[in-house]
């Protein structure tokens, strides 16, 4: 079998011939018929001139920018792990993502207005701009203004911001873009992926409008734990991420010792058998303190194909189509591996 270090450093140039093609495997498309059918909705709802209905029903949704995101969190685990080849990708990458904000905040798809920025993608940017020193107040406050008066009391936060301060509004809005999962968008892994970049903006660069709903979050989510240990995913396929995306947030919060232990149990009897979500339990683990298992690794080194990726495994599920891709996976794998190694 490959060592850990060539299985990497494979990795590593499959990502970097990506990012050199501006990673078409990366790049999420939804259907005509689908974007059709929501402007319809959008236009009936809330209403819209039918300028923009005309050229919004035609608009080809595809975004990059989240999964951007995802790969740089990944190549920048590389480069602080003496993997210096990975930091020009980066600063290409935060260049990219900080010339991709509209307005506010940051959209899934890019330049289609009739979808409202979203949590996860606001969390995702974040998280690469605190780690490579460009998270400026200039560039975050308003999106962060924007994501606190979003929240409610209970702790959570919707998934698609509303920019009117009425709740009905927003729980409505939520609920077309949504596609009723609830009234008012409250995911769990989305909530998780916000408020632990918020947590690293606060720690690493300043006082910020989400800081004071960070441990009420926690809270909540804390509640919304499985009796088997898992956090239920609304936007990604299995339990496996939103579970990572929860640990990882009460772990850096602290004081949440018995989730975080429920949790790496049912890891320990649930393990997933291919690579993407094997990769998301040893990060769980060692995000949270526990030793991964030693067939984790040898499975994501055993698995990688000649070209140093690893296969697309369906990650996120918007409930009518799943959406996997292999540099994506392979970004999930590399970040295990430096993390198990």
């Known amino acids: 079998m490959d060592s850990v270090e060539d299985t990497i450093s494979r990795a590593i140039a499959y990502i970097a011939r990506q990012h050199a093609a501006a990673y078409p495997d990366a790049t999420h498309v939804m259907g005509a018929y689908s974007t059709a059918k929501f402007v319809e909705l959008v236009a009936q709802r809330f209403g819209m001139p039918p300028e923009q209905i005309e050229r919004f029903s035609r608009f080809r949704c595809e975004g990059k920018l989240f999964q951007v995101a995802m790969i740089t969190d990944a190549l920048q685990d590389a480069a602080e792990n003496g993997y210096g080849e990975c930091a020009p990708l980066v600063e290409e990458n935060v260049g990219y993502l900080l010339s991709s904000k509209e307005g506010r905040s940051w959209r899934y798809f890019p330049g289609f207005t009739p979808l409202p920025y979203d949590a996860d993608s606001l969390g995702q940017v974040t998280q690469a701009l605190v780690r490579a020193g460009r998270a400026r107040p200039e560039a975050l406050d308003d999106a962060f203004e924007l994501a606190a ?77 499985q009796p088997m240990g898992f956090w239920r995913a609304s936007w990604y396929v299995g339990v496996y991420y939103s579970t990572y995306t929860v640990v990882r947030l009460l772990h850096a919060l602290g004081g949440h010792a018995q989730p975080i232990d429920r949790a790496a149990r049912f890891l320990a009897q649930a393990q997933a058998s291919d690579p993407l979500n094997q990769a998301l339990v040893a990060l769980t683990l060692t995000a949270s303190g526990h030793a991964a298992d030693q067939g984790t690794r040898d499975l994501l080194v055993g698995s990688q194909f000649p070209d140093g990726s690893w296969e697309a495994i369906p990650l996120l599920d918007n409930h009518a189509r799943v959406w996997g891709s292999r540099t994506v996976t392979t970004s999930f794998c590399l970040k295990a591996l430096l993390a198990v190694s």
């Open 149 to 225: 008066a979003n929240t409610w009391d209970d702790g959570s936060l919707s998934t698609f911001f509303s920019e009117n301060p009425d709740p009905d509004q927003r729980s409505a809005l939520n609920k077309v873009w949504g596609r009723g999962r609830d009234d008012t968008g409250r995911d769990v892994e989305v909530v998780a992926n916000l408020m632990f970049a918020a947590l690293l903006y606060e720690r690493h660069v300043g006082p910020s409008a989400l800081g004071p709903f960070i441990r009420r979050a926690g809270e909540w989510l804390v509640e919304r734990q």
